[in-house]
């Protein structure tokens, strides 16, 4: 009998782990929302979801389970299990979910065991999960986090610093954007639950590690993904380190970050002409939606100066005009906007120093009790 699988509610572990997920909800409830290391192998289709729905408000559940059962029957069963038998197989430790915690898994989840493999399901669903996320994670943990901040002015290479740090959390690298207005990656960002669920989990799982956790220093946003509100406080509060380089070492990094290995990526993705244009677009689109803060002289000064950058770039592969741009944006920009951000953080400076002296004053740190740092506030 389904009732009496195994049954887990112990979310905290579940996501402190890392453990894989069986997510048997239809594509579209996965792409809407999902959790870290979910696979989605639905019980039924968007379309089969959809046919069943109506036939429960036409004429009930009973009608409603007919139907699901009509629609994922025979072959079209029997592939769905050999998938869930395989993905089983592959991850021993998996755990099992629907929305609630209901039909859908219990199904599924019965299905298996007959076919000889038995997978806990989780009480409540993803809608458990989700919630111990936003009540336990995010509202109750984050705020005692040890967080040790990485700042910097834009291009020093915060980002590049962060993953040699102990105990790192990229904010960035969940979020799929750089954070400023030339962000954007080729890689859709998630949506703003996942995101969420992805950052929480990714603290508590650094938390659990022991030490401090590396965070780079973020606004409210990063693209179109919104920071959680107690996440925005902590880093606002946090003790931090300040990575400084020389200006013509941040136009190098700018360059590579934003001109060299974009362009690449547009075109490996589109074809050279193709992904170049989309290339072309990618930068103009950045400034332009910088164009206010700039103001419309500035701003069309700079949009002929990439203009011509890109023309060289396409035509003989030059890339020293990017330079000029990048330079001009960096000084007259984004540097006025960090020494302004900077001074609105309470956090206290612990270490200001080049790349490889802050990764060894921060392995020294690892090593020492931080509980003094952590709670680190200004005067």
Known sequence: M???LPLTNDYAE???????????????????????NAHNLPLMTDSERQQVGIRYKEAGQNAAIELGHELVGGQVREARIAEWV????????????????????RIVQQWLHEAGVTIPRVEGGYKSLRRFVLDELIENRIPGLPLMVVAGRTGTGKTRLLHQLPNPVDLEGLAAHRGSSFGRTLTPQPTQASFENAVATALYQAHARGGPIHVEDEGRLIG???????LQKRLGESPRMVLEQPLATRVENILEDYV????RAFMERDGMETGFEAFRGFLLDALGRIR?????????????????????????????????????LLTDYYDPMYDYQLNQRDGRVLKQGGFEELVEW???ANTQPLTEQASIRSA
């Open 2 to 4: 389904a009732s009496e």
């Open 14 to 36: 579940l996501l402190r782990e890392g453990r894989p997920f069986l997510d048997v909800r239809a594509p579209v409830e996965f792409a809407e929302s999902t959790l870290p």
């Open 86 to 105: 395989d993905f089983a197989n592959r991850h021993p430790e998996a755990r099992l979910y629907c929305s609630r915690g209901g039909l859908r898994s």
């Open 224 to 230: 179109r993904r919104v920071l959680p509100v107690p």
């Open 260 to 263: 060299i290995d974009m362009s």
């Open 292 to 328: 206010k803060r700039l103001g419309g002289l500035r701003h069309q000064q700079l949009e002929a100066v990439m203009q011509e950058a890109l023309s060289q770039q396409w035509q003989s592969g030059d890339l020293d005009r990017h330079r000029d741009w990048i330079r001009t």
């Open 362 to 364: 921060a392995v020294d």
